[in-house]
């Protein structure tokens, strides 16, 4: 029915949408936070993002395959190594930390809503789509890789 929602808005975009969505219902339940809520859980999550969003895109780079996610059956080498060994989804486990890391800071638990809403539209409208192109690009590779690794971690 909504299939011609799959593989057309990059996952950033999707992302920044809920960073905006979780501001606004912030600002709209009373403003922003004192800055004392930057705290080690925030820089926990802020640094497990950028690790795991720069060595997924630096292992898509080293294995020279495309890192377009609206084009995943242009894919010529599945990558498994690094933090592909733990979650096929690396990337979006990133930006979903950089929405929690968010969340902690705006200190509201509406915010909360923004990574629930990430994960739900990357789930149906992102990574089910870039499975299918995978399985049929890659076969029974991608099952076995599949049985192995966790869609997130």
């Not at 592909?84 to 979006?92: A, F, G, H, I, Q």
């Not at 930006?95 to 990574?115: D, F, I, K, R």
Request: glycine residues 4%.
């Amino acid at each position: 029915m909504m299939r011609w929602l799959e593989c057309r808005i990059p996952p950033p975009l999707v992302g920044l949408a809920c960073a905006a969505l979780m501001a606004a219902l912030t600002w709209w339940r009373g403003g922003w936070p004192p800055a004392a809520a930057v705290s080690w859980p925030l820089w926990l999550l802020l640094v497990l993002a950028v690790l795991l969003d720069s060595s997924a895109v630096l292992a898509f780079v080293r294995q020279h395959t495309t890192v377009n996610p609206l084009t995943p059956q242009n894919s010529s080498t599945l990558v498994v190594s690094g933090f592909y060994r733990v979650s096929r989804n690396p990337m979006y486990l990133g930006m979903l930390c950089l929405l929690l890391a968010w969340a902690w800071w705006l200190q509201q638990w509406p915010a909360l809503l923004g990574p629930l809403l990430f994960v739900l539209w990357l789930n149906r409208f992102q990574i089910a789509p870039e499975e299918r192109a995978l399985a049929a690009r890659f076969g029974e590779e991608y099952a076995a890789y599949c049985r192995r690794v966790r869609r997130w971690c």
